[in-house]
């Protein structure tokens, strides 16, 4: 990740200093910079306040709005005056909004890395698109600001997604790139920045008119990120007992609509009091993250995984493939047991490093028949009876439900008979 933050920076600074030395802008370039980097500023002075809300809730996905006045830098300005109205809003954004948050000073050199690398990229792509004297009013002016733009978030996403990478190899496609909604947030902001280049070019006082769609997107977001947080668990990044029951619920009808099975999966980490006694709290908590993330390695990107408080968790596949849906959940809940099995979690002590292992999870599965009068309070009902025998029948194991459950038969499950360790 060091290294990938190092190119990237080096790259920027490098693009810094010969937009500098080549700096010999027009006077109208130079107040038409000066006019975007102070409605730059305005713009965060006007929501500093939920802009540092979104910085705390969003650490994991934000979305930066200012891209709305640097799209537009791109388009319209030199690239040495472009550069510095970059420069500008994002050096005020560090003091007002990033500093207060207290997020470290690498992350927002290495975001404003990024935004000069997209910058230059959009800027060549309108200086080599667009034929001399070409307005952008037209067709063809249409056909350059979304190339512009599309070179524009190319490059901007694929930074990112290069540093997260580095600094987890297994991370899925939605912690490198976003959700769906934090995608189209980005598209909405080019959007808005490549209107207001096309503005600019009648009169700079249309400048003015970015600021309502701006501000009321910012608010929106915030409130979506705000949604998100009170569904996600802190600890472990997985959705709540609240936020999973809804979902759960959701999928329920789905299925029914569909007439398709689904499976759910109730999960216990053994012993995990020992853990917390031994090692302290922060050790646990250390502990529920890394098993949470062994879970969600394991199950598709769609199945739903969330935490029922303490050391449970809960996951609920729809649509499970195959013809033997209870060996298929089988293999999936084994899955899930062995890499927890081999778990080797680091946590730091006074007596300096130290490794968690010999963890072990319990399992409990059942299959079910979507019918009206089947509910998720009586899958799970059942699925936690099938765990109860899987500790009963010593621990780091897995019991699934012997027959897919229809509404009627949910009172009167029929556990797989209980295996030995050799079978296990």
Partial sequence: MIAALTIVESCAAGLVVT???????????????LLLAVTGIAHTEIATGVERARRRVGEKSYTDLSTIWTFAAAVLLPPAVATAAVVVIYTHLWFRVWKPARFPLYR????????LLAVRAAHEIVLRAAAPGMSLAGLAGLAV????????????????????????PQARPTDLFGHL????????????????????????????????????????????????????DGKTGLLTAAAWNVRAGQELRRARRGSTPFALLVLDLD???????????????????AVAG????????ND?????GGEEFVVLLPGLPGDHPVGGLRMVAERIRIRVEHLDVPIETPDGPLSIANLSISAGGAIV??????????????????LYAAKGAGRNAVRIAGHPVAGPRIDSPALEPERSAEDR
């Fill in 19 to 33: 937009t500098a030395i080549a700096f010999d802008p027009s006077a109208s370039a130079v107040l038409l910079g």
């Fill in 108 to 115: 927002h050199v290495f975001t404003t890395s990024t935004v």
């Fill in 145 to 168: 600001l979304l190339l512009a733009a599309a070179a524009y978030a190319t490059v901007n996403s694929a930074l990112i997604a290069a540093a997260v990478a580095a600094n987890d």
């Fill in 181 to 232: 909604d934090d995608i189209m947030v980005e598209v909405a902001t080019l959007c808005l920045g490549a209107m207001l280049a096309l503005t600019l070019t009648i009169s700079w006082w249309f400048v003015l008119l970015a600021f309502p769609p701006i501000l009321v997107l910012q608010r929106a977001v915030l409130v979506r990120e705000l949604a998100a947080a009170a569904s996600t």
């Fill in 271 to 289: 012993h995990f009091k020992n853990v917390n006694d031994t090692h302290g709290h922060l050790a646990g908590d250390r502990v529920l993250a």
């Fill in 294 to 301: 062994a879970v969600r390695d394991e199950v598709r990107g």
């Fill in 304 to 308: 739903l995984v969330g935490r029922f």
């Fill in 369 to 386: 028949t979507p019918e009206a009068s089947t509910t998720i309070e009586q899958v799970l009902s059942l699925a936690d009876r099938a």
